[in-house]
Antibody, heavy 121, light 107 residues
């Protein structure tokens, strides 16, 4: 079955960096686009980043553009999110999610369990 | 950016009730819309894709309808396990955007 397992969350000071990972199994990793979605405590869902199946196209909303970088290693079945210049408002549970197709945006058919990032001094 | 306006933000209902949740897009998005259910402390799960198609394994009491700018999620007979928060998502254009959520609580 499809499994997505995030790791790398924790407490980090404002302005510092953190890298999240998402290990995938149960499907042909290189055949699907992937996303990161976050949820601040007690708030709704916010899409954070997308990457196509081969890593050639990447997309971000304005709220994280220039600070976050999504990448993937198809040889390791792993998705990453490099987060730089972190702010208090980046505090959230970060989920990785699979797109049902290789390219474009088609929503999210499977989600990981999430990893909590807390930005605080 | 496409804004997704979801209503109501919360509702109270009883087991067996018919429940309807609406999402309105700020511009036409064809049928590029999904519905997700989230229970406290858990990841969201997809219920509906392409506005009206049921995700694998989702009970048939859930249904979706709409196209363009108006979309509806209906639960035909609310079950105890359906008390949760529901979100719509548009994936017609970047950036992908969610509705604000609807919390379904017990009356």
């Amino acid at each position: 079955q499809v499994q997505l397992v995030e790791s790398g969350g924790g407490v980090v000071q404002p302005g510092r960096s953190l890298r999240l990972s998402c290990a995938a199994s149960g499907f042909t990793f290189r055949g699907y686009g992937l996303h990161w979605v976050r949820q601040a405590p007690g708030k709704g869902l916010e899409w954070v980043a997308a990457i196509w199946y081969d890593g050639t196209n990447k997309y971000y909303p304005d709220s994280v553009k220039g600070r976050f970088t999504i990448s993937r290693d198809n040889s390791k079945n792993t998705l990453y999110l490099q987060m730089n210049s972190l702010r208090a408002e980046d505090t959230a549970v970060y989920y990785c999610a699979r797109d049902p197709r290789a390219s474009g945006w088609w929503g999210f058919d499977y989600w990981g369990q999430g990893t909590l990032v807390t930005v605080s001094s | 950016d496409i804004q997704m306006t979801q209503s109501p933000s919360s509702l109270s209902a009883s087991v067996g009730d018919r429940v309807t949740i609406t999402c309105r897009a700020s511009q036409g998005i064809r049928d590029d819309l999904g519905w997700y259910q989230q229970k406290p402390g858990k990841a969201p799960q997809r219920l509906i894709y392409a506005a009206s198609s049921l995700h694998s394994g989702v009970p048939s009491r859930f249904s979706g309808s709409g196209s363009g700018t108006e979309f509806t999620l209906t639960i035909s007979s609310l079950q105890p396990e359906d008390f949760a928060t529901y979100y719509c998502l548009q994936h017609n254009s970047y950036p992908l955007t969610f509705g604000g959520g609807t919390k379904v609580e017990t009356k």
